[in-house]
């Protein structure tokens, strides 16, 4: 928890409302990303991303499952975030478990479009949203891509046969200094962009109804397709104005938070909201119109990042 003095809370609301931050940013600035990949030799894919003095590590395992009746010609992913005691005082405890939990949902909601891993449907989304104006409805309607993010059905490993790939993604929380859903989506992006999925070969001999042998290559390997993968963005209300990548200092000033997920398309994949009380439709509009205007920089940036940090690992081995 961030004591300040009603000093320090008038200096970092008086900066935002002038758009100039304590630390130099102006209102939608992120702070400079370092990203690395391949930091975990164990897992499937990994990376680690600092925002400032925000530090997160994402993981991902590969493993061999059988896919959610439901949704049969899909895989499915889980994501775990774990708030390292050490990275905060505050997280000792049930406040780090209940923060784990909060986040890890959020990013399912964010990353997959629901906690099921199955995308969110218009069908589902309007039921969600139809007390809100029906302009708003309306543009959230056409500008959700309904069940993108992280492409599932890349998972089946054929068609109609009860095996495919399941994702587990760990996220770790090493140090904190907000926008740790950012931070996260972003680890998380630049370790799919890591991850190798084995090759293959499955028997086509077993009958529908059981799951059919198959053969592991530990030798082929195929890249994960991040292309549809989206990143987050998260504005923060302080004051009359929303910021971009807020410090822990500015999250306690905060009167609530919008999360959106966006692809390189500039659709929608996921949306969440904490603290404060509903918004406003135009309030939504707005967000989305800022958070649409800063993804495509973010999303660059972490092309960039990724690229380099890739080349670095081919250089290293």
């Known amino acids: ?85 050490t990275a905060e005082p505050s997280f000792q405890g049930r406040g780090g478990e209940e923060l784990s939990t909060e986040l890890s949902s959020a990013l399912e909601r964010c990353l997959l479009g629901g906690k099921s891993g199955a995308g969110t449907t218009y069908e589902h989304m309007t039921i969600r949203l139809r007390s809100l104006h029906i302009h ?26 009860k095996v495919c790939w399941d994702l587990y993604i760990d996220g770790l929380v090493v140090s904190s200094d907000g926008n740790m859903l950012d931070a996260l989506g972003a680890a998380i992006k630049a370790a799919l962009s890591n991850t190798v999925i084995p090759k293959v ?75 404060g009380a509903g918004l406003h439709p135009t309030v939504v509009l707005d967000t989305i119109s800022a958070a649409k205007h800063v993804s495509e920089q973010l999303m660059n940036k972490l092309d960039s990042e990724i690229a380099a940090a890739e080349a670095c690992d081919e250089m290293e081995s």
Do not use: W
């Open 201 to 275: 070969q499955v028997s086509a001999n077993a009958p529908s109804d059981e799951t059919p042998e198959v053969d592991v290559s530990d030798e082929e390997f195929l890249q994960f397709d991040t292309s549809g993968v989206p990143v987050i963005v998260t504005l923060t209300k302080v004051g009359g104005h929303y910021i971009v990548d807020a410090t822990t200092e500015e999250e306690s000033q905060m009167s609530s938070a919008v999360s959106v997920s966006i692809n390189r398309l500039g659709r929608i994949c996921g949306l969440t909201k904490r603290g």
């Open 1 to 85: 928890m961030v004591g300040l003095s009603l000093g320090e809370q008038t200096f970092i609301k008086g900066g935002i409302e002038q758009d100039l931050r304590t630390d130099g940013r102006k209102r939608l600035t992120y702070r400079p990303i370092f990203l690395e990949t391949g930091i975990i030799p164990q897992a499937s894919g990994s990376a680690r991303v600092k925002l400032g003095a925000t530090d997160v590590i994402a993981s991902v395992k590969v493993e061999l499952g059988k896919p959610n009746p439901s949704y049969p010609d899909k895989g499915k992913v889980s994501i775990y975030v774990d708030c390292s005691p």
């Open 136 to 161: 708003l409805l309306q543009f959230l309607v056409s500008e959700f891509a309904p069940g993108a993010g992280i492409d599932l059905s890349s998972l089946c490993i054929v068609r109609g046969k």
